[in-house]
C-alpha cells in the first residue's frame, strides 16, 4: 500500500513538473488615460481598457493604471509592490506616466522630469528585470491643445524626452505615443479631433451631470485609437510583444489596423411627435407636426424626437443636428404619394450633381444625427417606379395600371408614372444642370427625378439602428459626401423589380460600419461608390474605411458592389461574414472607360452564396449600365476590345484579397475582365469552394492567383479561360472528374501562366492553346503522385 501511495506520488509530482508555465501576462501601469473606467452610462475609457481587444488569448494582460496616479503616487501607495508580487519571468511592463508627475503644485504626485521622475523610471525597469520580466517605456500620451489659431501646442515639457533619455540608457524598448498621439490629433483637426475627447453636454450620460470639456480623458474611439498607435509601434518595432497581436478576420490585417468609427450619442430629452399635433390614422399629414418637433429638440440642444406606434402620413422629414429619431415598435411612416410635396431641389444622383425631387428624409451638414428603433419608414415607391413589364405578371401589370394609373411609352412595355415622367425617359437626362439651366426648367419633367429615399450628404457622426426602409422612388439609403457612419441592423425591402433601389449607397464617404444589415432590393444591395467621370475626378473623394460584417443580402444585382461610379476612388474596405442568396452577382466591382478613379485594397473573407443569377465573384470594366442577368430574348453584343491610350479617365483596380469564399449554385465562378490598356491587377482567391454553370474566366488581367480554389462548373470546355493576361498563378486546383479541358490559354499578349499542385489526369485535355499561345507556354509543376517511376524526381516542366 505504501509503495502504492509512492509510486502515485512519484506521477503526480512528475506532471507537475512537464506542467507548462502560466502564459505570460502583460501589466499596464500608469495614470488615467491609461486605466480602466466603470462602463455603465459612463463615456470615458482609457487607452489601456481597449488594449486587450488587440491581443490574443496566448497572453494575460493586467491593467494596474489608476486615475490621477504619477510615478510617485504610484510608488508610495504600494501600487508597484503589488504588481511585483504578480510579476513572473516571461512577463512584461508597459510604463506610461508623466500626465500627473508634471503637477509641482501636488507634493503628494509631484515628480520632476530630470530627477525623481526619472529614478522612478529606471527603478520600474530594475525591478522588472528583477523578475525576469521585460519592461517597455512609453511616452506620456498628448492633451488636445490648439491655440487660437489652429496651431497644435504641447503641453508635457521634457518629460517624453526623460522616457527617451531612459530608454537609451538603460537599453529599453520606448514607444512613442507623445509623438504618435500628436500627429494623429493635428491630421484630424480643431474640430474632428474633439471625438478622441470628451466633449459631452450635459444629459448625455447619467455620469455627466453638466457639461464636460475634457482634452486629456478618452472616448471610446479615442481609446481604440490610442490603443491602436500602441500596438503599430510594437509592430513596426518587431518587439516581442509582436507574436501576441491578434490578427482579425482579414489574413493580411492584424485587429487593431482595422477602421475606428465614432458612435454620436444624444441627450435623453424626448420630443413626442403627438405632442406637436400629430394624428396616427394613416391619413392626416403630418410633415408640419412631425418637422415642428425636431425644430423644438433642436432648439433645445437636441434629444430624441419619438414617432409612437400608429400609421403616420407625412411629407419630406427635414433632419437636424444633435438628433435621434427614435421609430418606436410598431411606428409606420409612410412617406406621401403626393409628388406635389416633394419640391425640386438641387440634390445627387448616379454620382453628378443634379435636379431631383426632395427626399422623403434628408439631412445636409449637420453632425450628430440617427434614425432608431424598430419602426418602418415607407417610401411609397410604387407611385414613382417605372415598372417594365417583362418584369410582372399580365394580371399585376393591368393592376398596376388600375391603381397608379399613370401612361405607358410608346412600345407599351414601360409604365410611367406621369407623361412628364415619360418625356424624362426619352431625353436620358438625370437632372444634371447644364450652363443655362435653373431647377425650375426640370418642371416637366418632375416625375422622372424621383428621389432618393434616404438622403445624408455632407454629415458626422451617424448612426442608423434597428429600423426598416422599403419600397424606396429610387436609391434607399444614400450616405454621400459624410464620416463616422455606423449602420446597424437596418432592413431595406423593396420589389426584386424595382428599379434603381439600391438598398445602401455609402458614396465619398469615410469611417464608416454596416453590421448585422439584411437587405432585399431590385438593384445594388451594399454598394460604394465615389462620383461619376470628370466630376467626381475633381471632386476627388474617395469612399474608404469602411467595415461590412455580418450581414445577409437576398434579391438585389449585387451583394457587395463597387461602382459603377467610382470616379473618386475606393480603398480600404474590409468585408466578412456575410451570405448572399438569389443575389444576381455575389462579389460585384464594376466600372467603365471613361470614369477614372482607382479602386484597391478590397479585403474580403468568410463569404456564403446561394442561388447566384449571374457570376460569384465579378471584376468588369466594361460595365454597359444594364441589368446583370439578361432577359429572355434580349439581345446584347459584346465589347469592342481595342487598345486606348491611358489617361485620367482610364479606370483601374488592384490588391483584391479574398479568403474562403463558397458558392451553390451560380451561373459562372469567377469573371474578371479589365481592358486592355488596364488590366485587373493583384487578385488573390484562397480556398473557395464554387458550383457553377460555367467555371472562371480571366481576360485582360494580371497577378492573378488562385490558391486551392475547387471550381465544380457543369461546362468544363473549359474549366479555366484566360485570355490576353499574364502572371497567372493557380495553385492546388479541384475540378470536376472527367472534365473535358482544364484550361484554355489564348491571346497573344498571355504569357506567365502557371499551374501548379494540381491533378492534371482528371482531365480529358489538360491544355488547349491557340491565337498566340503554345501549350509549351504554360508552366505546370506536376504533383508527386502523378510523376512518373522514370522521371527522376522532376517536379516542374512546361507544356
Given amino acids: 500500500m505504501t509503495k502504492t501511495i509512492f509510486i502515485a506520488l512519484l506521477v503526480i509530482s512528475g506532471l507537475a513538473f512537464f506542467t507548462p508555465d502560466k502564459k505570460p501576462v502583460i501589466f499596464l501601469i500608469g495614470d488615467s488615460t491609461m486605466a480602466n473606467k466603470p462602463l455603465e452610462e459612463n463615456p470615458e475609457r482609457g487607452w489601456g481598457q481597449l488594449f486587450p481587444n488587440y491581443f490574443t488569448n496566448e497572453v494575460e494582460i493586467q491593467n494596474h493604471a489608476v486615475n490621477g496616479r504619477s510615478t510617485k503616487s504610484f510608488i508610495h501607495e504600494h501600487r508597484?509592490?503589488?504588481?511585483?508580487?504578480?510579476?513572473?519571468?516571461?512577463?512584461?511592463?508597459?510604463?506610461?506616466?508623466?500626465?500627473?508627475?508634471?503637477?509641482?503644485?501636488?507634493?503628494?504626485?509631484?515628480?520632476?522630469?530630470?530627477?525623481?521622475?526619472k529614478e522612478n523610471l529606471i527603478r520600474f525597469i530594475n525591478d522588472t528585470r528583477?523578475?525576469?520580466?521585460?519592461?517597455?517605456?512609453?511616452?506620456?500620451?498628448?492633451?488636445?491643445?490648439?491655440?487660437?489659431?489652429?496651431?497644435?501646442?504641447?503641453?508635457?515639457?521634457?518629460?517624453?524626452?526623460?522616457?527617451?533619455?531612459?530608454?537609451?540608457?538603460?537599453?529599453?524598448?520606448?514607444?512613442?505615443?507623445?509623438?504618435?498621439s500628436e500627429e494623429l490629433i493635428v491630421k484630424e483637426g480643431v474640430e474632428n479631433s474633439k471625438r478622441f475627447f470628451l466633449h459631452i453636454p450635459a444629459g448625455h450620460f447619467d455620469a455627466v451631470k453638466k457639461d464636460r470639456v475634457d482634452n486629456t480623458h478618452f472616448s471610446e474611439y479615442g481609446a481604440q485609437s490610442m490603443a491602436s498607435l500602441?500596438?503599430?509601434?510594437?509592430?513596426?518595432?518587431?518587439?516581442?510583444?509582436?507574436?501576441?497581436?491578434?490578427?482579425?478576420?482579414?489574413?493580411?490585417?492584424?485587429?487593431?489596423?482595422?477602421?475606428?468609427?465614432?458612435?454620436?450619442?444624444?441627450?435623453?430629452?424626448?420630443?413626442?411627435?403627438?405632442?406637436?399635433?400629430?394624428?396616427?390614422?394613416?391619413?392626416?399629414?403630418?410633415?408640419?407636426?412631425?418637422?415642428?418637433?425636431?425644430?423644438?429638440?433642436?432648439?433645445?440642444?437636441?434629444?430624441?424626437v419619438e414617432i409612437p406606434r400608429g400609421s403616420f402620413v407625412t411629407g419630406p422629414v427635414i433632419m437636424k443636428?444633435?438628433?435621434?429619431?427614435?421609430?418606436?415598435?410598431?411606428?409606420?411612416?409612410?412617406?406621401?404619394?403626393?409628388?406635389?410635396?416633394?419640391?425640386?431641389?438641387?440634390?445627387?444622383?448616379?454620382?453628378?450633381?443634379?435636379?431631383?425631387?426632395r427626399s422623403p428624409f434628408t439631412a445636409e451638414h449637420l453632425e450628430n444625427i440617427a434614425?432608431?428603433?424598430?419602426?418602418?419608414?415607407?417610401?411609397?415607391?410604387?407611385?414613382?417606379?417605372?415598372?417594365?413589364?417583362?418584369?410582372?405578371?399580365?394580371s399585376q401589370w393591368i393592376a398596376h395600371q388600375k391603381k397608379y394609373g399613370g401612361v405607358l411609352n410608346e412600345n407599351k412595355k414601360t409604365w410611367y408614372n406621369s407623361p412628364g415622367a415619360?418625356?424624362?425617359?426619352?431625353?436620358?437626362?438625370?437632372?444634371?444642370?447644364?450652363?443655362?439651366?435653373?431647377?425650375?426648367?426640370?418642371?416637366?419633367?418632375?416625375?422622372?427625378?424621383?428621389?432618393?429615399?434616404?438622403?445624408?450628404?455632407d454629415c458626422k457622426n451617424i448612426l442608423i439602428e434597428d429600423v426598416t426602409f422599403e419600397n424606396s422612388p429610387a436609391w434607399t439609403t444614400h450616405i454621400n459626401g459624410s464620416e463616422h457612419i455606423t449602420l446597424k441592423n437596418l432592413t431595406v425591402k423593396n420589389p426584386w423589380y424595382g428599379v434603381n433601389t439600391d438598398a445602401l449607397d455609402l458614396e465619398s464617404s469615410k469611417n464608416a460600419l454596416v453590421e448585422d444589415c439584411h437587405f432585399d432590393t431590385g438593384d445594388d444591395g451594399i454598394c460604394i461608390k465615389s462620383g461619376r467621370d470628370a466630376e467626381g475626378r475633381k471632386k476627388g473623394m474617395p469612399t474608404k474605411d469602411v467595415i461590412v460584417k455580418n450581414c445577409v443580402v437576398y434579391h438585389a444585382h449585387g451583394g457587395f458592389v463597387?461602382?459603377?461610379?467610382?470616379?473618386?476612388?475606393?480603398?480600404?474596405?474590409?468585408?466578412?461574414?456575410?451570405?448572399?442568396?438569389?443575389?444576381?452577382?455575389?462579389?460585384?466591382?464594376?466600372?467603365?472607360?471613361?470614369?477614372?478613379?482607382?479602386?484597391?485594397?478590397?479585403?474580403?473573407n468568410n463569404i456564403d452564396m446561394k442561388d447566384i443569377a449571374a457570376e460569384a465573384i465579378l471584376f468588369d470594366m466594361y460595365y454597359m449600365a444594364k441589368d446583370p442577368v439578361v432577359l429572355a430574348g434580349e439581345?446584347?453584343?459584346?465589347?469592342?476590345?481595342?487598345?486606348?491610350?491611358?489617361?485620367?479617365?482610364?479606370?483601374?483596380?488592384?490588391?483584391?484579397?479574398?479568403?474562403?469564399?463558397?458558392?451553390?449554385?451560380?451561373?459562372?465562378?469567377?469573371?474578371?475582365?479589365?481592358?486592355?490598356?488596364?488590366?485587373?491587377?493583384?487578385?488573390?482567391?484562397?480556398?473557395?469552394?464554387?458550383?457553377?454553370?460555367?467555371?472562371?474566366?480571366i481576360q485582360e488581367a494580371s497577378n492573378i492567383n488562385l490558391n486551392n480554389v475547387t471550381m465544380l462548373s457543369r461546362n468544363t470546355k473549359p474549366v479555366a479561360y484566360i485570355l490576353n493576361s499574364d502572371n497567372i498563378n493557380i495553385s492546388n486546383l479541384k475540378y470536376k472528374d472527367s472534365a473535358d479541358i482544364l484550361a484554355m490559354v489564348q491571346g497573344e499578349r498571355t504569357k506567365g501562366v502557371s499551374i501548379i499542385n494540381t491533378d492534371t489526369n482528371k482531365a480529358k485535355q489538360k491544355v488547349m492553346a491557340g491565337f498566340g499561345v503554345k501549350d509549351t507556354d504554360i508552366m505546370w509543376e506536376v504533383p508527386k503522385a502523378q510523376v512518373p517511376a522514370n522521371s527522376k524526381g522532376k517536379k516542374k516542366r512546361k507544356g
Fill in 80 to 117: 508597484w509592490d503589488t504588481v511585483m508580487s504578480r510579476m513572473k519571468p516571461g512577463d512584461f511592463v508597459l510604463i506610461q506616466f508623466g500626465h500627473n508627475d508634471e503637477k509641482s503644485e501636488d507634493s503628494t504626485r509631484s515628480a520632476p522630469a530630470h530627477t525623481l521622475y
Fill in 130 to 180: 528583477s523578475k525576469g520580466a521585460t519592461p517597455i517605456l512609453i511616452t506620456p500620451v498628448m492633451r488636445r491643445n490648439f491655440d487660437a489659431n489652429g496651431k497644435f501646442e504641447d503641453t508635457h515639457g521634457d518629460y517624453p524626452a526623460v522616457v527617451k533619455e531612459v530608454g537609451q540608457l538603460m537599453k529599453v524598448d520606448v514607444i512613442d505615443l507623445h509623438q504618435s
Fill in 230 to 304: 500602441v500596438c503599430q509601434s510594437i509592430k513596426d518595432q518587431n518587439l516581442p510583444l509582436a507574436k501576441y497581436l491578434a490578427p482579425s478576420d482579414f489574413k493580411e490585417k492584424y485587429a487593431f489596423e482595422l477602421p475606428k468609427i465614432y458612435q454620436p450619442h444624444f441627450k435623453k430629452d424626448t420630443f413626442n411627435i403627438l405632442s406637436y399635433g400629430a394624428v396616427a390614422d394613416g391619413l392626416t399629414l403630418n410633415t408640419k407636426a412631425i418637422n415642428d418637433a425636431i425644430d423644438a429638440c433642436a432648439a433645445k440642444g437636441g434629444g430624441v
Fill in 321 to 357: 443636428s444633435n438628433i435621434n429619431l427614435h421609430l418606436d415598435r410598431g411606428a409606420l411612416v409612410i412617406f406621401s404619394s403626393d409628388f406635389n410635396q416633394y419640391p425640386l431641389v438641387v440634390s445627387t444622383f448616379e454620382g453628378v450633381d443634379a435636379v431631383r425631387c
Fill in 371 to 394: 434614425i432608431t428603433g424598430h419602426g418602418i419608414m415607407n417610401g411609397n415607391g410604387f407611385y414613382w417606379r417605372p415598372l417594365q413589364k417583362d418584369k410582372v405578371s399580365e
Fill in 422 to 457: 415619360l418625356k424624362g425617359s426619352l431625353t436620358n437626362n438625370i437632372g444634371k444642370i447644364t450652363a443655362g439651366k435653373t431647377v425650375n426648367d426640370f418642371e416637366e419633367v418632375k416625375g422622372f427625378l424621383r428621389p432618393n429615399m434616404i438622403r445624408i450628404f
Fill in 562 to 604: 463597387v461602382g459603377s461610379e467610382m470616379s473618386g476612388g475606393t480603398n480600404n474596405m474590409f468585408v466578412s461574414n456575410c451570405t448572399f442568396i438569389g443575389t444576381d452577382i455575389g462579389l460585384r466591382f464594376k466600372t467603365t472607360r471613361g470614369r477614372g478613379g482607382m479602386v484597391e485594397n478590397i479585403y474580403v
Fill in 635 to 697: 439581345k446584347r453584343e459584346p465589347p469592342v476590345v481595342e487598345m486606348k491610350p491611358v489617361d485620367e479617365t482610364t479606370p483601374q483596380f488592384q490588391n483584391f484579397y479574398f479568403h474562403n469564399i463558397t458558392c451553390n449554385g451560380a451561373s459562372k465562378g469567377i469573371f474578371v475582365r479589365g481592358i486592355p490598356e488596364m488590366h485587373v491587377k493583384n487578385v488573390l482567391i484562397e480556398n473557395a469552394v464554387l458550383q457553377a454553370d460555367e467555371g472562371i474566366d
